[in-house]
């Protein structure tokens, strides 16, 4: 929906939480988050609902995105 609505003119299509059915949908910018969130009730995301860096790659992958390593294409300098 957010594609849709946006276009292609902002190139980040941004989900959260983190998951393949927001991948498959179009989403390409995850926020990989553990430790203190002030959105959540729990004190730690660990083991709840946060995702690393590697396990948000791993969802793209799923997804078959082309996942790319380095500084984010978003945000050219």
């Known amino acids: 929906m957010v594609r849709l609505a946006l276009g292609y003119a902002i190139p980040g299509n941004c989900t959260h939480e983190p998951n393949s ?3 498959a ?3 390409n ?3 990989a988050e553990a430790g203190a969130n002030p959105r959540d009730t729990e004190k730690e995301t660990e083991g709840k609902r ?3 860096v590697s396990e ?3 969802v ?3 997804a078959e995105w082309e996942v790319l390593e380095g500084p984010s294409r978003f ?3």
Do not use: N, P
């Open 21 to 23: 059915i927001g991948a």
């Open 25 to 27: 949908a179009g989403a």
């Open 29 to 31: 910018l995850f926020w």
């Open 50 to 52: 946060g995702m690393t």
């Open 56 to 58: 948000c790659k791993r």
């Open 60 to 62: 793209f992958q799923e």
């Open 75 to 77: 945000y050219k300098g």
